[in-house]
């Protein structure tokens, strides 16, 4: 990502200003990735460009509630965006066992969520790749499937013919090599500036 | 469920990937506004947010990028609504057209649009039920003025709960739907609130048993319950 482009402080500073400019540059800050991850989990062009615009509308809607000293504009594009689309495939089963983190909270939380480093989340897609890279092949499948297709651990295990407490294992360490990789990135970059 | 315990769970929690079980226990325990919690969701939220970036990289058309900036600015509000229009189902989109009236009301509106499309697809399901061979219909309800409505129900496709007139929930409550069989507990089948007209159209795929006598609904907290814990508002005999 080009340095000149906005911090995420400053796109929800002008957001807060309901100023289409802040839209306009959250977009091009964002639009790609989440399109992106759009069209991964919903495999439809379409649906992608339909959801692309509801994310954008709500981000504008919610514009004012932003606190610009969190700056975690990313966290929540990308948290709303990918409930948005798992709700999309499953909007039948949404409601099944266990669904209970609801969409208002991830709102929530994901528009106070860390301060601690001001780095957005596409400037840390390298470290995340590279973590990605060093897990080993079950807990990638394992990944996949709960963060693309939404799967819940007991039927990530029945898709895989895997015990449960299998499947729980490598998630958890899937998750938790994943996070070191995600933190120890933003701990690093801040120790850097 | 310990902290330590815990912590382990919160990037499963925010993607909804956790079973029901422990979904439930860390539901219950952030209802007491735990600090500890609230700051490990959060924590959890920038790390399963920068996941995002695993997905491979696509284009979106310059297209796109136009009209999603343009649904914003007065002078080009019409199209999109146009094109939202023509996407949801008749009962909807009469819905929008009403409220377009209300220029005051623009704001709303958006918001409900994200509400209807989700309803789109809960219909588009909800027809899906509708053709299966084994599928049931049964209508409740003695009058307009009071809660009515129908329920599709299918042994191997699900639940299709249709309801209007159905009373307001406070805030922090939800509608849960249940299934009684002939022998046994009821089963849950499902959390939902009506619109601010009092409507629901609520689609569980919990696969209902030959056996299933009634549906019946309940008042019970956001987070839903195992076990009725109200007394239900309403109860449709399927035979
Ligand atoms: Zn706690």
Wanted: glycine share 6%; hydrophobic share 40%.
């Amino acid at each position: 990502m080009p340095s000149h482009e906005k911090a995420d402080a400053q796109l929800i500073d002008l957001l807060r200003k309901r100023d289409a400019e802040g839209l306009a540059a959250a977009y091009d800050r964002y639009g790609r990735i989440a399109y992106s991850l759009f069209l991964r989990i919903t495999r439809d062009q379409s649906a992608s460009e339909d959801l692309v615009q509801e994310l954008f509308i709500r981000l504008w809607n919610r514009g004012r509630e932003f606190d610009a000293s969190k700056g975690t504009l990313g966290v929540w594009i990308l948290s709303i965006a990918r409930n948005m689309a798992i709700d999309h495939v499953r909007s039948a089963q949404a409601r099944l066992a266990g669904r209970s983190c609801s969409i208002e909270l991830i709102d929530k939380l994901s528009m106070s969520a860390h301060s601690a480093d001001p780095e957005s989340i596409i400037d840390r897609a390298r470290s995340v790749d590279a973590g990605f890279r060093n897990l080993n092949a079950n807990e990638k499948r394992v990944l996949e499937l709960a963060y693309f297709e939404g799967l819940s651990q007991s039927e990530i295990a029945a898709r895989l013919k895997e015990p449960l407490g299998t499947v729980k294992s490598w998630t958890r360490s899937a998750l938790g090599r994943m996070r070191r990789a995600i933190q120890g990135a933003s701990a690093q970059e801040s120790g850097n500036s | 469920m310990s902290h330590p315990e815990m912590d382990e769970l919160y990037e499963l929690y925010v993607l909804n990937a956790l079973d029901r079980d422990d979904a439930f226990q860390i539901d219950a325990h952030l209802e007491d506004d735990c600090a500890h919690c609230q700051e490990g969701i959060r924590a959890a939220l920038q790390t399963t947010a920068a996941l995002s970036v695993l997905a491979d990289p696509a284009e979106p058309t310059k297209d796109l990028r136009r009209r999603t900036l343009s649904s914003i600015k007065p002078p080009a509000r019409s199209r999109p609504w146009l094109v939202a229009i023509a996407g949801l189902s008749a009962a909807c989109a009469a819905l929008v057209v009403f409220s377009l009236w209300s220029a005051t009301r623009m704001q709303q509106m958006r918001d409900q649009v994200s509400v209807l499309r989700g309803e789109r697809n809960e219909l588009r399901s909800a027809i899906e039920l509708l053709t299966r061979s084994d599928t049931r219909t049964v209508q409740f309800g003695q009058t307009e003025e009071t809660p009515h409505g129908r329920v599709l129900i299918s042994s191997t496709g699900g639940v299709v709960f249709v309801g209007m007139q159905l009373p307001a929930l406070d805030r922090d409550k939800r509608f849960e739907l249940w299934l009684i069989p002939a022998k046994g507990a009821p089963e849950p089948a499902g959390m939902f609130r009506p619109n601010t007209s009092g409507e629901s159209v609520h689609i569980s795929s919990v696969p209902a048993e030959r056996s299933t006598m009634a549906v019946a609904v309940t008042i019970e907290p956001w987070a839903g319950s195992p076990a009725p814990t109200t007394k239900p508002f309403l109860v449709v005999p399927l035979g």
